[in-house]
């Protein structure tokens, strides 16, 4: 079985007057942690600031504007040049809005914490119960979606 995480997240756009996406809700699997984990290593080896790529991570990532909390409406103005940037310590996605010059940029996800994450999905299945109502949203996910499953 490969282990995916679903991950989500607040996107800021620099340009006061273009609408821009409001969330990223991107799919990571093994692989893509490997390689953020290796990119991670060099930026802190080689005393980098980052390292960006355009593709290399298995999804793309897709975005949404929020009309009221609750729902997720899909982000239909589009965005380009989408590139994954890997710090020593995090990883988020930048790119444009199609047609424009307006950037956008993902909050950070810490790295430590995406590795804790696949690492929980290793857990015993008896352990996840106790898990259902943890403070961190993506133990809580990943606790009910294992469960659900019975894996």
């Given amino acids: 079985m490969i282990k995916t995480l679903e991950l989500e997240c607040p996107v800021s ?13 991107i799919t990571l699997n093994e692989k893509d942690l490997a390689w ?3 990119m991670a290593r060099i930026v802190k080896r080689h005393e980098l600031h980052t390292i960006t790529s355009y593709n290399h991570i298995s999804d ?45 940029e993902s909050d ?10 696949f690492k929980f999905m ?3 299945i008896e352990d ?8 961190d949203e993506y133990i809580k996910q990943i606790a009910e979606t294992r469960m659900e499953k019975g894996e």
């Fill in 13 to 25: 756009t620099y340009d006061e007057f273009v609408e821009g996406p409001k969330v990223l809700k």
């Fill in 122 to 124: 290793d857990r015993p």
């Fill in 36 to 38: 953020i984990n290796k």
């Fill in 108 to 117: 950070s996800f810490s790295i430590k914490k995406l590795n804790n994450y």
């Fill in 60 to 104: 793309y990532p897709h975005y949404y504007v929020t009309d009221d909390e609750e729902e997720l409406k899909e982000f239909d103005g589009g965005t380009e040049c989408d590139q994954v940037v890997v710090t020593d310590t995090g990883v988020y996605w930048k790119g444009f809005v199609k047609h424009t010059e307006a950037r956008y």
């Fill in 128 to 135: 996840m119960p106790r898990y259902l109502n943890d403070e």
